[in-house]
């Protein structure tokens, strides 16, 4: 019986990050087939180091995410790869010309370079005109949600936050990202605490993250304090965040830039209405008014989270097309299918 090759998936590992969410998501689809290694790239430094790991551990093939972060430790590989773009690394790190330089040898060395959606190959080949196309390979995320059946959202901000709306039903508009500057948390903030407390004292806004950003989170920390209706929670288990999200009004999503946000995919194929910030990432994602809903400023935010709160046939029939949308187009067995022929062919 032949015997399993090893593969290599290579990923900044924070903790509840989209980076560490996806190279598990792929470990899983992968694992029947080949003995599996997860590591950070920062625990193979220097060269030397990852150069004796891929020998102990025979490593015929390495799966890399974040074109720059696993992109500094892949320079000089002379084992094949495959490049996942995470969305931060081309949308923000691009920027810097030092690290661009070394994302641009990492794309240029890789087998095939991963987007999640179109929107991402458009931003690689204006990056790098002159990698061949057929090296871009778009792979949507697979969707899969597990709410816990026990988390009441309710009771537990009534536990910890003591909210309570007497008999008035909780209206949660949840936001859930690492606290850092590209997710700009702040956003929505004080155009939210002003219309929460504009007789909506039923509606609160939920952050959940962990803070990943320490200067970043005190600014963050210091405006909530000033604005009521609004409340952070420190990273949940993913059960947790699920049930919350299942029992959200709708999930807001306001970053600068995007990949592909897992969080609004779990929304969607929860049923649950998603508004997000009109930027190339989120646009991939939503059809304004067909599927969610997009927004340029708080003001437009506002006006439809009012929409929604007064229109409930709306409500339900965007959820409804997005979660159809969302099941079709988001579907684990196609993206397991997708890497594992991939894989196959490094």
Known sequence: MESKKSVLFLSPLKPYSGNQTTIDRIRQ?????YNCYTEDPVNLHPQKTFS????????SAILAVHAYHSGIILLDCTVPYILVFGGTDINEFSK?????????RAVQHA???????DSVVNKAKSLWPDVCPKKLIVIPQGVSTTPSSSFNVTQFL????????GDSPLRLFTLIAGIRPVKDVTFLLKAF???????????????IGPNTDKSYHMQ?????????????????EK??????????FALVNSSVSEGMSAALLEAMVMGVPVVARNIPGNAAVIQHRKTGFLFNTPQEFIEIAQELLQDRTLCTAIATSAKTEAERKYSCKKEMEAYRKLLNSV
Not at 52 to 59: H, M, P, R
Not at 193 to 207: N, Q, T
């Open 158 to 165: 009534q536990e910890n936050y003591n909210i309570s709306c």
């Open 29 to 33: 689809y992968l694992e029947p087939l």
């Open 52 to 59: 004796e790991f891929l020998k102990v551990k025979q490593i």
């Open 96 to 104: 810097d010309e030092s690290k661009f330089q070394i994302m641009t």
């Open 220 to 236: 963050v920390e210091s405006m909530i304090d000033s604005c009521p209706g609004v409340l952070q929670i420190a990273a949940l």
């Open 193 to 207: 605490s002003a219309w929460h407390l504009d007789d909506h004292s039923d509606c609160f806004f939920l952050i």
């Open 111 to 117: 087998k095939f370079a991963v987007a999640f959606n």
């Open 239 to 248: 059960s947790e965040c699920h049930a919350i999200i299942r029992d959200s």
